[in-house]
């Protein structure tokens, strides 16, 4: 059944939260829910919506998985702890790294990271706590882009013929999945979260692990985790939808010392976009793009040269893999 899109334009959002607030309430009962916070829109939302209309009875935990940004977790927790959400660090980085060794298809480094979350990890914590529910913040984009085969969002089940209680154990809420990326920031605005957290740029489910082409290692996430706040840091006020970094596969031809060396190649990625289902590259000053060039090559020695995706989406996508 093709899920009915809520339009930002047309949300009275205080509204839409009260009667949301109602909805999860009478679903999960006297019983306990648990999400997981990444630090996203999405889940940063979804994470205030959930705790206003659950409370002390939604269990929040922040999955370290070695694959999230520079001091992402600690980052995380101080904020949320500021509005009064207190989240537990989970440290699951050997799991992560473990599944995802050797593996370089896109899609099989998905499959890789999903069964881990949901089946590995988070069903762990779901067992431990007596959980019956989920709370997790799936969009449309989400579900469309799944569904039309364009790349396997780690968060979409049911639309894909898979029962989650029959899978891992647990049901999967998913109150936010009527809405694009526009009308989340909304609700976030709403619930009153700082603009830090639901105007932040969009960042993968599979975090940097989409940003790895081949196969993704600590040595591979360490790279690109610098090359992304290197980037983020020159971006962060160009008005742009989205904005990251990508670490190639292939080595590429460079000189140091006088000397030919064969090192990594680093793409930056920015976007204007409205809900992501379209996407155009962002004009950038010439000046802006050396800066964030400069930065990377000298900050990753193993990085000699650094490039800037100028190609629409479609048919390019705004994530790599």
């Known amino acids: 059944m093709k899920t009915e899109e809520i339009l930002a334009k047309d949300l009275n959002a205080e509204k839409w939260i009260r009667e949301k607030v109602r909805e999860l309430r009478k679903k999960v009962g006297d019983g306990l829910a648990i999400n997981a916070l990444s630090g996203g829109v999405d889940s940063s939302v979804v994470t205030a919506l959930g705790h206003r209309a659950l409370g002390d009875r939604l269990k929040t935990c922040f999955i370290d998985n070695g694959l999230m940004r520079q001091g992402e977790p600690r980052r995380v927790a101080a904020l949320f702890r500021r509005i009064g ?51 997790q913040g799936t969009i449309l984009t989400d579900v469309d882009e799944t569904v039309a085969g364009i ?40 619930l009153g979260l700082p603009e830090a957290a639901f105007m932040r740029t969009p960042f993968p489910g599979p975090a940097l692990a989409a940003r790895v082409i081949g196969e993704v290692t600590p040595a591979r996430i360490a790279m690109v985790r610098k090359a992304t706040a290197i980037a ?78 100028i190609t629409s989406k479609p048919p390019s996508t705004i994530e790599a893999i």
């Open 232 to 309: 983020e840091k020159w971006l962060i006020r160009s008005g742009a939808f989205q904005y990251l970094a990508i670490l190639h596969e292939d080595r590429v031809t460079g000189m140091k010392g006088g000397k030919r060396v064969f090192g990594n190649q680093i793409e930056i990625r920015c976007w204007d976009s409205l809900d992501a289902r379209t996407a155009t590259p962002t004009r950038l000053p010439f000046e802006t793009l050396e800066k964030i060039a400069d930065g990377i090559v000298h900050a990753i020695p193993e990085v000699v040269s650094v490039t800037y995706n």
């Open 151 to 190: 790349k396997r969002q780690h968060n979409v089940f049911e639309q894909l013929g898979i029962d989650p209680q029959k899978a891992f154990g647990y049901r999967i809420l998913e109150p936010l999945i009527q809405f694009r990326k526009d009308g989340v920031r909304k609700l976030g605005q709403a």
């Open 85 to 135: 959400v207190t989240v537990e660090i989970i440290p699951a980085r050997k799991a992560f790294f473990a599944a995802l060794k050797g593996i370089t298809d896109p899609e099989e480094k998905r499959e890789a990271i999903t069964q881990t979350f949901y089946k590995n990890v988070f069903r762990d914590i779901v067992l431990e706590s007596g959980a019956k529910y989920l709370l």
